[in-house]
C-alpha cells in the first residue's frame, strides 16, 4: 500500500486546497494529511480564522482524505517516517528553492519522493482574507 503525505493549514478551505487533495489522492493508495495546529499557526506569525478543531473535521470530512492527523510542527520528514509515507505532496512555490533541495536529498535518502503540484490560479486563502477584510470595513 502506497501512503501519502500532505499537511497545510487549511483555513478558509477552497477549490486549491480541493484539487490538491484530490490529485495527491490519485498518486496514492491513502492520503493521510495534516492540519496545522492554532498553536503552530500562530508560530508562524499568523492566525487561523477557523480554529484547528473545525478545520480538521473539514479535511477529515472530504472523500479524497484517508486520514486527518495534527501537525504540531514543522518536521515533515519525522511524520512521513512516523506514518510510514513515501510520496509527500507540497505545493510547486517551494520547488527549486535551497531549502527544499535540501529535504529533496534527506528525503531521497529515506526513501520518499517529494511531488510539488502547482497552485490552483487565481485562489489562495490570503486573498479570500484580504477579500473579506474589505468587504467587512
Known amino acids: 500500500m502506497l501512503i501519502g503525505y500532505t499537511a497545510g493549514v487549511y483555513d478558509l478551505f ?5 484539487n490538491l487533495l484530490k490529485n495527491a489522492k490519485g498518486m496514492c493508495d491513502k492520503l493521510i494529511v495534516g492540519v496545522t495546529t ?14 484547528f478543531e473545525d478545520r480538521i473535521e473539514i479535511v477529515r470530512s472530504i472523500k479524497y482524505v484517508d486520514a486527518a492527523v495534527p501537525q504540531y510542527d514543522m518536521d515533515k520528514l519525522t511524520m512521513c517516517k512516523k506514518l510510514g509515507a513515501k510520496i509527500l505532496f507540497v505545493g510547486d512555490d517551494w520547488y ?42
Do not use: C
Not at 492554532?38 to 480554529?51: C, E, F, Q, R, S
Not at 497552485?119 to 484580504?130: D, F, R
Open 14 to 18: 477552497h477549490v486549491g486546497h480541493l
Open 38 to 51: 492554532d498553536d503552530l499557526v500562530t508560530y508562524k506569525g499568523k492566525h487561523a480564522m477557523i480554529p
Open 96 to 137: 527549486g528553492t535551497e531549502k527544499w533541495q535540501k529535504y529533496e536529498e534527506e528525503f531521497n535518502k529515506e526513501g520518499i519522493q517529494i511531488v510539488y503540484f502547482p497552485y490552483t490560479k487565481g485562489i489562495s486563502s490570503t486573498q479570500i482574507t484580504k477579500a473579506l477584510n474589505a468587504v467587512r470595513k
